[in-house]
């Protein structure tokens, strides 16, 4: 139970300096047993990190493959697309494209560092 719960502050991104104290203050717990718990807790932290960075990745890749799948189709395929719908499905998929690009950047750093700021949800 007392694992769980140093999983549970880390996972939700308490510092390592509050969660020792905790330790110490309410368990009693320091030195070598308080290190452990701490580790298995960065541990858990950086899987769930990857874990959701690796979801998010995935769905920035489709997003960025819809997006060049439109651009073919509307500047390569010879289809021809005038209009004010038109000019909005453009700005639509740019914005869709710059958008699924920022989330492929940071979910892959996440995904290669297992590390991100705050809590992991």
């Known amino acids: 139970m007392l694992r769980q719960q140093v999983i549970s502050k880390i996972h939700w991104g308490a510092r390592q300096q ?51 799948g439109f651009f073919y189709i509307r500047f390569f395929s010879g289809l021809i697309f005038y209009g004010p719908r038109s000019i909005i499905a453009t700005a639509l998929a740019i914005a869709l494209g710059g958008y699924s690009f920022s989330v492929l950047v940071r979910s892959a750093l996440q995904l290669l560092t297992g590390d991100t700021l705050g809590s992991v949800d």
């Open 18 to 68: 509050e969660v020792t104290e905790w330790l110490e203050e309410q368990h009693g717990i320091a030195g070598p047993e308080a290190e452990r718990l701490l580790k298995e807790a960065y541990h858990a932290r950086r899987k769930a990190v990857r874990g959701r960075a690796l979801i998010r990745l995935t769905f920035a890749i489709i997003g960025i493959a819809l997006v060049v």
